[in-house]
């Protein structure tokens, strides 16, 4: 059993509330939609879910941190809980269903913090997804209603189908070029976006995934359900984990040549 089973237990409730709250204002007409600094958009439901789940975190876990994209890094110590309220807010303010909420709880240990918990839940599109370190990933409707998740045996690029974002991420970095050897190596290319391919390659449904550029919230509850089901995440630098600005995921058969094609 793992040591965090409680802790998993708890992301589930942070989940089921988090998405009564975002799916109560999704495709409403009234949304209030802001943009931020950085010109992403934010939508009241963004900060509704994130308030609630640090209110939750207050009650349950007083001594734990929290870092949320939306109201930044509270408490210090060596757990901390890390929060995406709306994981594809361009999608939900569009009334496009492909947007997520992403849980993670990371503790501290050699060489710094790491994912220990991922709950990733998309409720518009009926789907969960779940892992703790050393118990294994699985998605379904709750811990006992679920299937195991694995990541695919495809061993070769040719026969790999290859999900990202968008092209415009990798050409701002000047790493376009790498990019389109790729996906005209692969079999199969599809811009699923955001949290998606992610757990896609979890299930094994696709074989690799890369993003340009990410924050930690966008990466650490992918980054344990990735490897709970037997793949690898790493940054385009090869260091394992979602502190690199950047992700790489894989089967962990094609990871070493999915980075040869993605390093500058």
Not at 65 to 83: D, K, N, Y
Not at 139 to 164: H, K, N
Not at 206 to 219: K, N, Q, R, T
Request: aromatic share 8%; with cysteine.
């Amino acid at each position: 059993m793992s040591d965090y089973h409680d802790d998993l237990r708890l992301a589930h409730v942070l989940a089921d509330a988090a998405d009564a709250t975002t799916m109560d204002r999704f495709k409403a007409l009234d949304l209030k939609v802001e943009t931020k600094p950085d010109m992403t958009p934010v939508s009241e439901a963004d900060k509704a879910a994130e308030e609630l789940i640090r209110g939750h975190l207050h009650r349950a876990r007083p001594r734990d941190a929290v870092l949320g994209e939306e109201f930044g890094s509270e408490g210090m110590g060596p757990r901390r809980w890390v929060i995406d309220p709306i994981d594809g807010t361009k999608n939900y303010v569009r009334g496009v269903p492909v947007w997520a909420t992403l849980i993670s709880l990371m503790v501290q240990g050699e060489g710094g913090f790491h994912p220990v918990v991922g709950v990733v839940s998309a409720p518009a599109l009926g789907r969960r997804w779940w892992a703790a370190k050393d118990s294994g990933a699985y998605t379904g409707r709750s811990l006992l209603s679920a299937t195991r998740l694995q990541a695919s045996q495809v061993g070769r690029i040719e026969d790999a189908s290859f999900a990202y974002s968008s092209l415009s991420g990798w050409e701002e970095r000047g790493m376009l070029p790498g990019f389109l050897d790729l996906t005209r190596d692969c079999w199969r290319t599809r811009g699923y976006g955001d949290f998606w391919p992610y757990m896609m390659v979890a299930e094994g449904s696709v074989d690799i995934c890369a993003e340009p550029e990410l924050s930690l919230w966008d990466m650490a509850a992918n980054a344990v359900i990735v490897e709970e089901a037997g793949g690898r995440f790493t940054g385009l630098d090869g260091i394992p984990g979602p502190h690199s600005g950047n992700a790489a995921a894989s089967n962990g058969l094609l990871h070493d040549e999915l980075l040869g094609y993605l390093r500058t």
